[in-house]
């Protein structure tokens, strides 16, 4: 059973950074594209970032420039480094795994709150 397990959420104030991760366990890392979504109160979730087996990245317009999404496939971890943070980037932020064979086959994360705020 393929498991997903995040961590690194937490309060920051405006323009400040914080990281999050997401462990992935039951099955082979490198099989997945890895991506995180968040959703922010009454809205829907939405794309953040997401990076393929051999790296290659794609990110919403909202953070481009400022969120960085990693992989390390030794470790089965996922990473989002997450700059210049802004009130609106404040949402549940979820960790997910699609099977780049099999699509219909992902996975999510339980889910970790970042709140921005002064």
């Known amino acids: 059973q393929v498991q997903l397990v995040e961590s690194g959420g937490g309060l920051v104030h405006p323009g400040g950074s914080l990281g999050l991760s997401c462990a992935l366990s039951?099955?082979?890392?490198?099989?997945?594209?890895m991506g995180w979504y968040r959703q922010a109160p009454g809205k829907q979730r939405e794309l953040v970032a997401t990076?393929?087996?051999?790296?290659?990245?794609n990110y919403a317009d909202s953070v481009k420039g400022r969120f960085t999404i990693s992989r390390d496939n030794a470790k089965n971890t996922a990473y989002l480094q997450m700059n210049s943070l802004k009130p609106e980037d404040t949402a549940v932020y979820y960790c997910?795994?699609?099977?780049?064979?099999?699509?219909?086959?992902?996975?999510w994360g339980q889910g970790t709150q970042v709140t921005v705020s002064s």
């Open positions: 990076i393929s087996s051999g790296g290659t990245t």
């Open positions: 997910n795994a699609r099977n780049m064979w099999v699509p219909a086959r992902e996975y």
């Open positions: 039951g099955s082979i890392f490198s099989i997945y594209i």
